[in-house]
């Protein structure tokens, strides 16, 4: 009888270190999107620092919806929907139940797209550059995005690898 509540009423211990990565990759990414990702120079007349969201925004300010639409769904909401799934997955999964295992498949199928945010990147770059850039520097919130996407990955991983025995 003791098992069967044990099963039913997961404890807290072992969602501790997940929960802590899971929030710390958000807030990584978060950073990431706001801080500046590059500097864009365009031959010696002007210097720009332009974060990840200024570069969505600029795709709108061109016209290039589509496109903005494109990068916005795969760098911005991909990896927080995924991060608060995890998150949701990890709070809130009992053994057994029917939304237990629709978490799981949203963290899957979200799984899939998360190299994409690199894609995502490189695109920017290259559509910026397309822009008679002379060059583009990287900074800080690039590697803050990528801290939080590789965080996110490794919280995600654990929270799956929690979930699996559920299933």
């Given at each position: 009888m003791t098992q069967v509540v044990e099963q039913t009423i997961r404890p807290m211990?072992?969602?501790?270190?997940p929960a802590f990565v899971l929030c710390a990759s958000l807030v990584l990414v978060a950073l990431g999107l706001t801080q500046p990702a590059l500097t864009v120079s365009a031959f010696w007349v002007y210097d720009t620092q332009i974060s990840i969201f200024q570069g969505i925004q600029s795709f709108?300010?061109?016209g290039q919806v589509a496109l903005g639409l494109l990068v916005l769904a795969v760098s911005v909401v991909f990896p927080i929907?995924?991060?608060?799934?995890?998150?949701?997955?990890?709070l809130?999964?009992?053994?057994?139940?029917?939304?237990?295992?629709?978490?799981?498949?949203g963290l899957i199928w979200l799984g899939k797209w998360s190299m994409t945010d690199v894609f995502v990147f490189a695109l920017m770059v290259l559509v910026l550059n397309g822009q008679i850039i002379s060059s583009a520097d990287i900074h800080q919130g690039v590697a803050?995005?990528?801290?939080?996407?590789?965080?996110s990955a490794l919280g995600t991983s654990m929270v799956r690898r929690r979930?699996?025995?559920?299933?």
């Open positions: 211990r072992g969602r501790k270190l709108f300010n061109q929907l995924k991060i608060l799934i995890s998150l949701a997955a990890l809130v999964a009992q053994p057994g139940k029917v939304g237990t295992e629709r978490l799981l498949t803050l995005f990528a801290a939080g996407v590789l965080l979930l699996k025995p559920l299933l």
